[in-house]
């Protein structure tokens, strides 16, 4: 039914209730079909306009019978009742339908609200961590940055110590050398003195050996100083 046919069919069960004509109003009319003013009103004025002309018209000289008629607006009114009473069921099954749909709209949005806000929670511990991990990543090059020249400088260091060490095992074996050529020399000599002294021509009495030459490249001594 559309609003004209509603509107109609309250106003005629009005009618048959025993309301007048001029008691019919949009007020009245809205409370039994709802709706607003602005789609009742012209239809109501149309309504209205219609009984009037019906009442204007010539009735018919034969009606129908007394109980026939009232039998007629019995069921019309019982009629219009079942039709109020199906319309306010569906609409308080409508208004149900959609309460509950507002409740669980608002559950669900409060349930996102909540999944939002630990995802807020979860995105800021991650930031910190981040930031944190970044900060510990830089200390860790800053530290690997000073052991890197630590280790360049101990390298330096070990370089220096290892030709230093070259150059004291060098000396060592030329002092070795020298040793070994000093201690050569000193036998040959110690050999020679022997020879030299062991010799029976090279042997002058004690008062003319100041006047006896020497051998090329030797000093006379006594016996007893030759060096064994």
């Given at each position: 039914?559309?609003?004209?046919?509603?509107?109609?069919?309250?106003?005629?069960?009005?009618?048959?209730?025993?309301?007048?004509?001029?008691?019919?109003?949009?007020?009245?009319?809205?409370?039994?079909?709802?709706?607003?003013?602005?789609?009742?009103?012209?239809?109501l004025r149309e309504?209205?306009?219609?009984?009037?002309?019906?009442?204007?018209?010539?009735?018919?000289?034969?009606?129908?019978?007394?109980p026939l008629t009232?039998?007629?607006?019995?069921?019309?009114?019982?009629?219009?009742?079942?039709?109020?009473?199906?319309?306010?069921?569906?609409?308080?099954?409508?208004?149900?339908?959609?309460?509950?749909?507002?409740?669980?709209?608002?559950?669900?949005?409060?349930?996102?609200?909540?999944?939002?806000?630990?995802?807020?929670?979860?995105?800021?511990?991650?930031?910190?961590?981040?930031?944190?991990?970044?900060?510990?990543?830089?200390?860790?090059?800053?530290?690997?940055?000073?052991?890197?020249?630590?280790?360049?400088?101990?390298?330096?260091?070990?370089?220096?110590?290892?030709?230093?060490?070259?150059?004291?095992?060098?000396?060592?074996?030329?002092?070795?050398?020298?040793?070994?050529?000093?201690?050569?020399?000193?036998?040959?000599?110690?050999?020679?003195?022997?020879?030299?002294?062991?010799?029976?021509?090279?042997?002058?009495?004690?008062?003319?050996?100041?006047?006896?030459?020497?051998?090329?490249?030797?000093?006379?001594?006594?016996?007893?100083?030759?060096?064994?």
């Amino acid at each position: 039914m559309n609003v004209s046919e509603k509107v109609a069919a309250a106003a005629d069960a009005m009618l048959a209730e025993g309301c007048e004509l001029k008691d019919v109003k949009n007020s009245r009319i809205q409370e039994r079909v709802g709706g607003s003013f602005r789609d009742i009103a012209p239809a109501l004025r149309e309504w209205k306009l219609k009984q009037e002309k019906e009442r204007q018209a010539p009735q018919p000289t034969g009606g129908l019978p007394e109980p026939l008629t009232q039998a007629v607006t019995r069921a019309a009114q019982l009629m219009w009742q079942h039709a109020s009473s199906l319309a306010q069921q569906r609409v308080e099954a409508a208004e149900g339908a959609a309460t509950q749909r507002v409740v669980e709209t608002q559950t669900e949005m409060e349930d996102l609200i909540e999944v939002l806000s630990k995802r807020d929670e979860e995105c800021a511990r991650h930031t910190t961590a981040l930031k944190e991990r970044d900060e510990t990543i830089e200390a860790l090059r800053s530290e690997n940055k000073n052991l890197t020249a630590n280790l360049a400088a101990q390298g330096q260091r070990l370089s220096q110590m290892e030709e230093l060490q070259r150059n004291l095992a060098k000396a060592e074996e030329e002092a070795k050398k020298e040793m070994r050529t000093a201690s050569e020399l000193r036998g040959e000599l110690r050999a020679l003195q022997q020879k030299f002294n062991s010799e029976p021509s090279r042997q002058q009495p004690p008062n003319e050996s100041s006047q006896q030459p020497s051998a090329p490249g030797f000093t006379m001594v006594p016996k007893k100083d030759v060096v064994r």
